[in-house]
């Protein structure tokens, strides 16, 4: 069974059709800019493109960068704040012509990592952390999501911990893979402190590079790169579009 996942980031708006019995891409992703600034009617017109890049005619999945309640942006870190206490859903959904399902990016990708990539038949406390433009959290006990769990905004030494330890953070301070590495690692422990997970899996773009900074985390739990690399949100977002 096919369909299509969206996943709107701070710096891109990626989707595909995917295989949702296998979590695989059936067409080569798209990416579009995320519109700066990236305003709803902006956002939604670069998701109508995409929908349209495929042809997609059913209903669809999308991810937002924030925390979402049936269907509403409680916040928009990396957004334009104009989308806080927006119907998200029904944003999309009107530009579109489709029915849409949206939700949180990093509890997609971490739906979409339990069931096909590094958390798959995993149970106790499995913690997913996405790292990008902003750093993002799913929190899985023994397979059930608890939604929203929004720990990049973890207060760390007084600084909102994905202001410090984001991938972005690294790219625009030109930190090295020790440096960051380091930093990732003290964030990763007051998480750590806090919700005792077992297994935590480290996505985002920057999942593909692992090999470059992995060596450099002490924490409790094993730590390991997503399965699905980047693609987890896409696949993640498809997922969340078949339930109504
Ligand atoms: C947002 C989260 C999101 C993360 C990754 C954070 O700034 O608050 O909701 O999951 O960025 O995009």
Redesign the pocket.
Known sequence: MQRLGIDI??SGIKGAPVDVTRGTLVEERWRIPTPQPAAPAAVAEAVTELVGHFGWEGPFGCTF???VKGGVAL?A??LDPAWVGLDAGAVLGRATGLPVKVM???DAAGLAEMCFGAGRGRAGVVLVI?L?????SALFVDGHLVPNT?L??LEVDGQDA?TFAADSVREAEGLSWKKWGRRLDHYLRRVEDLVWPDLIILGGGVSKKSDRFLAHLETRAEVVPAGLLNNAGIVGAAMAGGVR
């Open positions: 980031g701070g960068p924030g925390a916040t870190a990396h949180n990016d990093a996405t990008g433009t902003g750093i993002g929004e990049g905004h994905e």
